[in-house]
Structures are given as C-alpha cells and as structure tokens.
C-alpha cells in the first residue's frame, strides 16, 4: 500500500512538472523552465531529464533565431544561426539563413546601383556646360581615381588633324611622370590598341619587372590595369588608362562602362563648341580684314561690304537701296515716255522707253541676286501644291510664242499622253526654272526652233539621287534648242553664279550668269536636278528631272547672329518677294484638290466668268451657278492671283469679295477700272457692307449684300449674262435742248451704242418703263421736272436703284445739292471745255465698252480725261520720304493730276507737318527712314486724336514677306512697295480719299 501511494504521488509529481514546463513554454511562451521532481531515479529520471532536454533544445534555438532576427532588423546581415538543429527546425534555419544571405546580397547590389547612379549623376552635373577639354580631362582622372582607388591614369584625346599618323594625342595625367609619351598611333602599346579595337582593355597580372608606379618615398608594380576607349557613334573621341593597387571589382567595370558613354557625349559637344568657336574667331578676324580695307566708305557701304556671314542682311538692306533711285527711275521715265503733255519727239520717247525698260531688266537682276541669296542661306520657301500640265503648257506659250515669231523661230511644246493630270510642286518655282531655261534657249538660239517636251522619265538622272531612285514617278522637262551650244569643258562653270561659256557671251548675248546658277539651286529644292546635253555649235538640252510627289528637302540654314536692330533680321532676308516685276509672271495660284475651275479647258469664244473669292464654299457655289449661265468659271482667291488671271483670260464678267486676304477688294475694283485693257468688264460687287452707290460710282455693274439669297444671286448673274449677251449697251440722254442732245448724241454714240433721247422727265420716264437701259445721262434743268425728283421717281417708281446715272449740267451746285447728287448720281460732270473728255469716260466706265471698239479720235480724248481725275484734283497729300530722289518722282507724278504736295524727310519731321499744316487729306510714308522710321511714326500719329482716321499708305524698297500686315499692325491703312506703280498708288490714293470722303 505504502510503496503504491509513494508511487502515485511521484506520478502526480511528474506530471505537475510536465505540465507546468509544458504550459511555460507552450503557452506561455517562456524559455529555459526545467522540470523538477524530487526523489525519483530509474525511468522516472530518465523520462524527467528528457523534457527538460527538450525544453532546453528548444529554449536554445528559439533564442538563436531571435537573436539573429534582431540583429537583422537592426540592419546587421552578417548574423547567421548556427545553433544544431534537425527536422523541420533544421530547415526552417537553413531557410532563415538563406533569406539573409539573399538579403545581404540585394542590399549589396542595391548599394552598387546606388553608387553607380549616385556618382554617374555626379559627373553629369560635375561635366555640364563645360568647354575645356584640359579641364574636363582633369576633372574626369581626378574624381575616377578617387572613386575607385586608382594610383595613376592618364588622358589622350583623338585629334588627328595635326599628326594624323599618331593621332592620340596626351591631354593630361594623374600622378604621372615627366617622360609620359605624347603622342601614341593606333595600335601601339596596350593604349593604342584599345583605340584601334574600340573595346575596354583589363589587365591584372604584371610580372615584377613591369609597370610600375609610386611617389618619392618608393613604387611598385600596380595590381590592375584598365584601358578605357571613349566613343561617341562609334568613332574613338579619348583614351583613358587607369592603374591601382588593387584590383577593380566587377562594380567599378560596370562603371567604367556607363561613364565612358557620357565621357563621349561630353568630348563630342566640346569638340563641337571648339570648332565653332575657332571658325567664329577666324570670322571675326576676317570682319576686322574686311573693316580696315573698307574704312573710307560710309557706315551703310560697310554694312553692304561683309564678310559671308553677313550676306542675307547685306542682301536684304541691297534691295532697300537699289530699289529706292529704281523708283524714281521708273516712275519719271514712264511719265516721260507716255509723254501726256505731247512735247516730246517720237525719238525722245523711244529714248525714255528705253531708260524705263532698262530700269525693269535692272529690277529683274535684283530679284534674282535676293532669290540667289535666299538659296545659299538655305532659307528659300517651298508652297506645295497641285500643278497642272495644262497651266504650265499654256503659260510657256503665252509667255514665248511672241518671241518665237519675233526671232522666226519654231516653238513646240510636247506633253507626253502617258502624263498624270497635275503633279506636286512649287508653281512659282518650276515656273521659275522653266523660264529660266527657256530664255537662255531663245538668247542664244538665231535659227532652227526652241522645244520643251515634258513626260515621265524610266531614266537619265544621278544613280546617287535619293530622292528621284526612291520617287514612284520621275517627271523630265526638256528645254531642246538649235542655238551655239556649249563646249563640254565649260557645262560645270555654266552653272556657277554670275558664269557664263565665255567672256566674249555676255558682252554679246548680254545677262548676268545667274539664271542657271538659281534654277540649279532651286531644282535641287525641289527634289530634282537638271543634266546637260550639248556640243558647242549643235544647240543644247537642258533636261531638269522631278519626283511626281515632293518630297521635303532639309536645308541646313547658317545660324548668322543679328548685329543692331536698324538691319533687316536674316529670317525676314530670306523672305524677300519682288515688288512689281514677275507679279503676273508666276503660275496662276493652284485650286484646292477638292475643288476645279474651267481654267484648263478655255477655248477661243468661250464666256469666261471671274470669281474672286476667299471663301471656298461660296466660291464654289457661284462656280455652279455662273456654269448653268453658260459661263466657263475661274476661280482666285486672293485679289493678286485675280489680277494676274483678269489679264490673263479676259473674263467676260468678274465677281469681287471686299474682303480679301492680301488687298482691299475697292483697290482691285479702282485698278481694273482704270486699266484700258479690263475696265469694260462688268464686275459683280459682294460685300458685307452696304456700300453700293459707292460701287456704282466706281464702275461696278451691280452690287450685292452679304448674306446674299440665292434667288438674288442668280438674278444677277442672269443680269450680267443679259447684258454681256447684248451687242449694243444703251445709253438714255435726257436733254431738253436739242442742240446739246445732238452734240451728246455724236460723242457718246458707236457702233457698240444705242443711244435714246429724251426731252423732259417724262420721256425719261416712259423710255425706263419699256425697254433697259444701261446707263442714263441727265441734265438737272428739265422743262417738266427738276433733275433730282426725277431721279428719285427712278428709284421709287421704276426701282432702278443701281442704274448708273451720269449729271451733266452747267449749274454751279451748291455744297448740298454736290452732297445730294452724291448720295443718288454715279457722276457728275460740270459743263466746260473739258467735259467732253469727262463725259465720254464717265460713259465708256458704265457702259462698260471695250476700248477696240471705239473710234481713235474718241480713244485720245479717252486718254487725255483719264489724265485727270477729279477725285484727286485739289487734295493735299504729305510725302515722307529720307530720299530727295523719291520725293520728286512722286511730287511730279501727283503734282501732274493737279494734288498739293507736301513733304518730309523723316517721321517726326511728319508729325511736326500734320500739327502746323491743317487740310492734309492723305501721307505717303516710307518705312525705313532715319530719326523715327516709318513705323514709330505711324503709331504716334494714330495715338493723336485728329489723326486716328487719316490715311496712311505704307511705302518700302524692302518688299519682304509679312510688310503689309506690320505695316497695318503699326497704324497704316493700306501698304504699297517700291518701286511704285503708278496706276496702283492712284488707285489707293481714290479708295482711301473716297473712304476719308
């Protein structure tokens, strides 16, 4: 019983212990408990030492794994577990291990990374904007041999330009000595093999008597040496060898490799800045030539007289001053040669014409010195467009068939039938080419015939011309002559500037040499190339060769610095356009490819119908409605392009917007209406405003308002078709002395005339009620009726609102009854010695007859009345001008139609004229003008309050691109360039002093 008891309490005691170390660890979590039971030995001890063994193992290696666990949050990962282990405690410290070797390893690799990136940035910034290559080479060995523990480097740079043979040439070194090397070639020693190989060189075992390096104190042989070839696109720009004592690691490698790459780019844009500054300076030192030789002429000669550099701005300024005597030149000449007065003799007149044509062909070689100068500054424009084969067809046949007759020589154009309809190109500038080419064909051709043959072209040009070899289609022009020819020594100097065969041409043949320079220049512009075929007695052909679709051609433009704001900037040089010569010269401006008029398919007896328009869809839709009159359509959407096509087609009937982008549309109805060869055309007026007395007055044959129905539309059309469609154009005179009406009946009548009489207002009356009449000419003093309520009986009863109506009376009127008239009449014409000339121009502008068609006697008083112009008669206008000779040419022109000129020699001079000299209707300002430009002065005028609404027509020899909108933009109301045409200032000067009215 005893030895059961004992028995079951030491049991109880085990047990208690068991489950007490058991609970501590297991659910306590606490470590290093033992189980204690006393007075126990055989299995019972046995069984007791081993839970405590267990518990201990366990204590053991949870701390372990703590341990390292902390030590590892603590950013130690050299701690591992080392405690024994097995089973799955064994693995889970082989797991823990393993992570933090992993970890250590990514955060190894992540310091690297670090490192590299934070010292490549480093000599990124360290690098930026540097231009020194002996600091840059002593920056780079520098900082290199202190971030990766290099004792010694050294830098050759590649520069082969003064030893091309040894080409490495030493910049500078760290810790070397005196007798470094300076110059190495390709291939020798390791250095330059690696330049040669382009590779990164390493080597690290030198036997003992090797290289070595050290101080004063001692030396030894290094433990690694790198060689380093810098490249920028694959060419070697620097070598750079580095030694230590120990051995580069594999981070330093990958260093060595990312930095080089930025070494390269670095190298390179020194390099860059070093050439461009060494040709700034020998252009500086040639200016400083070129000023000493040059120190006599005036500040404006030596502007003119720079180096290359300054080309386009001394171009630019050229046309300001070459232009501006040309403007005088012409404007006298002409007036002589029109010779108004008829003092001259037949010779003298001969002789003017002579001095005005040479004036134009002087002009023609200024436009060609700009063209040339925009195309060797890289900077010419190129206006892609649609041309037709058929525009440049019949424009080489209108230009040159003349010419051809005069010389009596034959002249074929050829169009091959395999030809697309229209290719892509710049119009203006084939037109340029083709002309160029041309010209020369006719110059030196005496018998025999000139051809231009155009087709598609299998072959014949360059091998190595990109742009033609990877055309689908190849255009060719072919200029064929039977003229002198050209030796082939001379087929390349023909096409330099100012070249030509032989010296003995020029004097012969006259011209200058440029156009087969420019039309070579601009070929290549345009994606081609010309080729020459000729023998020297056996004629010559130029063949220039086009890619059906223009393909862009970079232009690598100088960056040319602007010197003082008072030159032209060389962008705008680039953009010079010629003034007057060559304007209806160009190609007529190309169509929309979604939109087509009739211009290729006019024939000899067709009714042709204008349509100036810059809204393509209202445009489009007279182009149906003037078509379904019976009409062929024409379409311009700038008023230029509308002029050159008026002279070009002779439209039966013209329809004008006002609003144009590059002209006020009342300037293009002025300029028609007074040039002989198109005033008789009818011209359809649309316009926003309401402004149709005005229009009547000014020779327009209706007016229509914007937003215009298009019932009204087609009426007009259907009017204008009417009226072209008559023979005769009837003229009602209302007259009630019959001596007088018969004398106006004789004046006014012709073939082209049916004049009805009329003896009181109530002829008048019945006459407009039964038939048309297009243009009526009253006497204000009727038996029956004062002139004005007849008038006013028109419009109301009859509804004759735009019939023009001429007042031809002895009356003297008062102001009001002029200011009435104004308002109702198209004319009026006082009774005198000069009224038959007035009233016989008054009737051929609304009648709109065609010059041919009257008699001679009756065109010279036509020229004489047009001499005068009671619209300018009496005005006073200011000329402000730097120039004496342009102020005269244009005080003699005004002075001649009986204008008041004033003058003023710069724009403040002008602002002082407007203050002290009231009555000034109208200025004419140059722009470049000293003192206060033409600008300046325009904007300080407009800042007064009396002279907000006053003229002012811009004038400027520089012509440049964008003149008429900064012109505008400062204060002008309207711009012109030199060299002026007459007939288009006096058109301003009628439009602007009618709008003053």
């Not at 410290?93 to 690297?112: F, G, S, V, W, Y």
């Not at 002589?336 to 134009?360: C, M, P, R």
């Not at 051809?404 to 039938?417: I, M, R, T, Y």
């Not at 005068?868 to 005004?894: C, E, F, H, S, W």
Request: glycine share 6%; charged share 25%.
């Amino acid at each position: 019983k005893n030895t059961i008891n004992t028995m079951v309490d030491t049991l109880r005691s085990f047990a208690s212990e068991v489950t007490r170390v058991a609970k501590e660890v297991g659910t306590e979590g606490k470590l290093g408990g033992q189980a204690e039971v006393k007075d126990v030995g055989g299995v019972w001890k046995d069984l007791t030492d081993n839970v405590n063994q267990l518990a201990d193992n366990l204590t053991t290696q949870v701390r372990a794994i703590k341990d390292v666990a902390t030590a590892v949050t603590k950013g130690d990962l050299t701690a591992s577990i080392t405690v024994a282990a097995r089973g799955e405690v064994e693995v889970l410290k082989d797991n823990i291990n393993e992570m933090i070797r992993n970890l250590r390893e990514t955060t190894r690799k992540n310091a690297e990374q670090d490192w590299l990136k934070t010292n490549l940035a480093k000599f990124s910034r360290m690098l930026q904007g540097q231009r020194d290559l002996q600091s840059v080479a002593q920056q780079i060995l520098s900082e290199m041999a202190s971030l990766v523990d290099a004792q010694h480097g050294v830098f050759y740079t590649y520069d082969d330009t003064e030893s091309p043979e040894e080409p490495l040439k030493l910049v500078t070194s760290y810790a070397g000595t005196r007798d470094l090397p300076q110059r190495y070639k390709l291939g020798e020693t390791l250095l330059g093999q690696c330049a040669s190989d382009r590779k990164k060189l390493v080597v690290n075992d030198f036997p003992p008597e090797g290289l070595r390096m050290g101080g004063a104190l001692g030396e030894a042989r290094p433990a690694s040496v790198v060689y380093l070839p810098v490249l920028f696109e694959k060419q070697v720009k620097a070598v750079i060898e580095l030694a230590s004592f120990r051995q580069f690691n594999e981070v330093h490698q990958t260093f060595f490799d990312q930095l080089t790459e930025l070494f390269g780019i670095v190298l390179n844009t020194i390099a860059a800045t070093m050439r461009t500054e060494d040709l700034l300076k020998r252009s500086q030192a040639l200016t400083q030539e070129l000023q000493q030789k040059n120190a006599e002429l005036n500040e404006k000669a030596e502007q003119l007289q720079m180096t290359s550099k300054y080309k386009s701005d001394f171009l630019a300024n050229m046309s300001h001053e070459l232009r501006t005597p040309l403007n005088s030149l012409l404007i006298l000449s002409k007036m002589l040669y029109q010779n108004s007065e008829g003092n001259l003799s037949e010779k003298q007149v001969e002789h003017a014409k002579t001095i005005n044509n040479a004036g134009t062909d002087l002009l023609g070689l200024i436009n060609d010195i700009l063209d040339l100068s925009k195309i060797e500054s890289g900077t010419m424009s190129v206006d892609v467009s649609q041309v037709r084969f058929k525009d440049i067809q019949d424009d080489v046949q209108a230009s040159f068939r003349p010419i051809a007759l005069s010389k009596k020589l034959d002249f074929e154009v050829e169009l091959d039938p395999d030809l697309p309809v229209a290719f892509e190109t710049d119009s203006k500038r084939i037109q340029q080419i083709l002309r160029n080419l041309l010209s020369n064909a006719f110059k030196f051709t005496s018998e025999g015939k000139v051809q231009l043959h155009i087709g598609v072209a299998p072959k014949g040009w360059g091998r190595d011309h990109d742009i033609l070899n990877q055309s689908d289609m190849v255009l060719f022009f072919s200029v064929k002559d039977t003229g002198i020819g050209i030796p082939p020594d001379k087929h390349q100097i023909i096409f330099e500037p100012f070249q030509q065969a032989d010296t003995s041409t020029s004097r012969k043949y006259g011209g200058t040499g440029l156009g087969l320079s420019i039309s070579r220049e601009v070929a290549k512009l345009l994606g081609g190339e010309i080729k020459l075929e000729s023998t020297s007695g056996q004629g010559s052909t130029f063949t220039l060769f086009l890619p059906r679709k223009h393909v862009p051609v970079k232009t690598k433009a100088p960056n040319i610095p602007r010197r003082t704001q008072s030159v032209t900037p060389v962008e705008d040089a680039a953009e010079v356009v010629p003034a007057i010569a060559g304007r209806e010269e160009t190609l007529l401006a190309p169509l929309p490819n979604d939109i087509q008029d009739d211009r290729a398919n006019v024939k000899a007896g067709d009714q042709v119908f204008l349509i100036v328009e810059d809204d393509i869809t209202f445009a489009s839709l007279l182009l149906d409605m003037v078509r379904e009159h019976g009409f062929k359509g024409l379409i311009a959407f700038t008023g230029e392009s509308g002029l050159a096509m008026a002279r070009k087609f002779k439209p039966q009937a013209i329809s004008l917007d006002l609003r144009l982008p590059d002209m006020e549309g009342w300037a293009l109805l002025d300029f028609i209406k007074h040039d002989p060869e198109l005033r008789h055309i009818p011209v359809q007026i649309l316009s926003g405003g309401n402004h149709p007395q005005r229009a009547i007055r000014m020779g327009a044959f209706t007016y229509l308002r914007k937003p215009v129905e298009r019932e009204d539309l087609m009426s007009s059309v259907l009017r204008i078709k009417t009226f072209v469609d008559r023979q005769k154009k009837t003229l009602l005179i209302v007259e009630d002395a019959a001596t007088e009406r018969s004398s106006l009946v004789e004046l006014l009548s012709g073939e082209d005339v049916m004049v009805r009489e009329a003896a009181t207002g109530a002829e008048a009356i019945e006459i407009l009620k039964t038939q048309p009449v297009d243009c009526m000419l009253l006497d204000l003093r009727l038996p029956d009726t004062g002139g004005l309520e007849l008038i006013r009986r028109i419009q109301d009863e009859i509804g004759l609102l735009q019939l023009p109506i001429i007042v031809h009376t002895g009356k003297d009127l008062s102001e009001e009854e002029e200011e009435q008239l104004g308002k109702v009449t198209s004319a009026v014409v006082i009774k005198d010695a000069h009224s038959p000339d007035r009233l016989l121009q008054e009737a051929s502008l609304f009648l709109h007859r065609v010059s041919s068609g009257i008699d001679a006697t009756k065109q010279r008083m036509l020229e004489t009345g047009s001499l005068k112009d009671p619209m300018l008669q009496g005005k006073t206008v200011l000329i402000v001008d730097d120039d004496m000779r342009n102020i005269y040419a244009l005080t003699t022109v005004l002075e001649d139609i009986n204008m008041k000129v004033l003058h003023a020699q710069n724009g403040k001079r002008a602002i002082e004229a407007l203050q002290k000299t009231p009555g000034i209707d109208i200025v004419l300002m140059d722009i470049m003008m000293p003192e206060m430009d033409g600008y300046q002065a325009s904007r300080e005028i407009r800042k007064m309050e009396n002279f907000r609404d006053l003229p002012i027509i811009a004038l400027t020899a520089k012509a440049m691109k964008g003149d008429r909108e900064r012109c505008i933009e400062a204060g002008a109301s309207d711009y012109i360039p030199k060299p002026v045409d007459t007939e288009r200032l006096l058109s301003l000067l009628r439009v602007w002093l009618y709008k003053d009215k």
